[in-house]
């Protein structure tokens, strides 16, 4: 309390002791400022409107205008009753008035509504403090599921004569719906795919992990690219096997996108499926083209009958495969323009062929200069395949 007039100082800290209050008086608003500072438990301000050096208005002000951990109810004694007067306390920052002489049971009354709104106030911090400490608790565990989701993916490209892979993903959340794999089945196999589950986040994501666990190569641990004779499956066998596994949409609304594919070093021959999926894209020095092939199905869990079929390309002595999902397209710069079929095509244009991880550098730089500062607000995945 801040009270210059010795009488009234004293009245009001003898009434405030008496209902068991702790006081800790002023004799001016440069001395409440100052005890401000360095009290730290002080929960609230009584102070006089007139006092000489800084008043009460004064001092109102300035506590409104630096930052508090905690709020500061204040309560400005006056004689006045002037509305504007009134009005200015208020702009200043006080929270209510007491007549002075100050009446007791006001005065207490007035303790009562500040007590409240420090109750409600240390009821909002306990809430933040829970949700913050869930929150904190929330990345951790999304944290580790990403490490789980990323294990199901390779981190280095495989060593396998006469080829060269690379790539780049990238999650619009912690957690994301796309996938890939880049599996050498045998000296002359390889197995390439990249798909899309429908969503983002978490779902996506549990979905995508799953679906890692049937796409490798050995049957023996329910792998779907080998057949328990141990022949390689046919795409379209092995895309009709997972749309029977994973009928998403009937469960849960969830399907997904998937290009696979088994890459021939010795003929230089990809017999692959599309299920929904972007075209695979074909580069030579020079430039860059989609390969399209047929209708390429629909989406894996879409429809319980779907059919799928084989599509064959043969790269050329000079050729590159490249596999990508729908967020390279849909990728959007500040005016919301997508980045589109036609950027891609000419970013990996004029020698991005030359190997495949020039390839791969040459179209996230392009959608890094197009989004500049955009967030991704989809999966973004690209995998190149190069023959020596």
């Known amino acids: 309390m801040a009270d210059d007039q010795t009488f009234w100082r004293r009245a009001l800290e003898e009434a405030l002791i008496e209902r068991g209050h702790a006081v800790v008086a002023a004799a001016s608003g440069d001395k409440a400022w100052q005890l401000l500072g360095t009290e730290p438990d002080i929960d609230v301000l009584i102070t006089d409107w007139v006092m000489p050096g800084t008043s009460g208005v004064d001092l109102c002000r300035r506590i409104r205008e630096q930052p508090r951990e905690r709020y500061l109810p204040i309560l ?11 009005i200015a306390g208020l702009d200043a920052g006080a929270d209510a008035f007491l007549r002075k002489p ?6 207490l009354a007035q303790l009562r509504v500040s007590e409240r709104i420090l109750a409600l106030e240390n009821r909002l911090a306990a809430r933040i403090n829970d949700l913050e400490f869930a929150q904190a608790r929330l990345a951790r565990d999304l944290s580790h599921a990403a490490e789980v989701q990323r294990a199901c993916m390779p981190s280095v490209a495989p060593d396998v004569q006469g080829a060269s892979f690379a790539w780049y993903a990238e999650t619009c959340a912690h957690l994301g719906g796309d996938l890939f794999n880049v599996l050498p089945i045998n000296g002359d196999h390889v197995a390439l795919y990249a798909l899309d589950v429908s969503g983002h986040g978490t779902p996506a994501a549990l979905y995508s992990v799953s679906l890692s666990h049937v796409l490798h190569a050995d049957p023996d641990r329910g792998g779907l690219l080998r057949r328990p004779d141990g022949a390689l499956t ?7 096997e997972l749309n029977r596994r994973f009928p998403l949409m009937e469960r849960s609304g969830h399907y997904f996108s998937l290009l696979y594919g088994v890459l021939e070093l010795s003929t230089r021959r990809f017999e ?4 929904g ?10 430039d860059a083209r989609v390969h399209h092939s047929g209708d390429g199905g629909i989406p894996i869990g879409a429809t319980p009958d779907a059919h799928y079929r084989d599509e064959t390309l043969v790269l050329g002595s000079d050729e590159s495969l ?6 390279v397209f849909e990728t959007r710069d500040e005016s919301d323009t997508e980045f589109g079929i036609e950027r891609t095509l000419a970013s990996l244009a004029g020698g991005a062929a030359v190997d495949a991880q020039t390839c791969v550098d040459a179209l996230r730089q392009a959608l890094e200069e197009f989004r500049k ?16």
């Open 272 to 275: 692959y499926v599309r299920a």
């Open 277 to 286: 999926h972007p075209h695979p894209i074909v580069l030579t020095g020079t």
């Open 322 to 327: 490249l596999l990508l999902t729908d967020g």
């Open 102 to 107: 100050f009446d007791e049971p006001e005065l």
């Open 234 to 240: 046919p795409p379209a066998e092995l895309a009709a």
């Open 76 to 86: 400005l004694m006056t004689a006045r009753t002037d509305p504007q007067d009134l």
């Open 373 to 388: 500062n955009e967030p991704t607000r989809d999966d973004i995945t690209f995998v190149c395949a190069r023959l020596d």
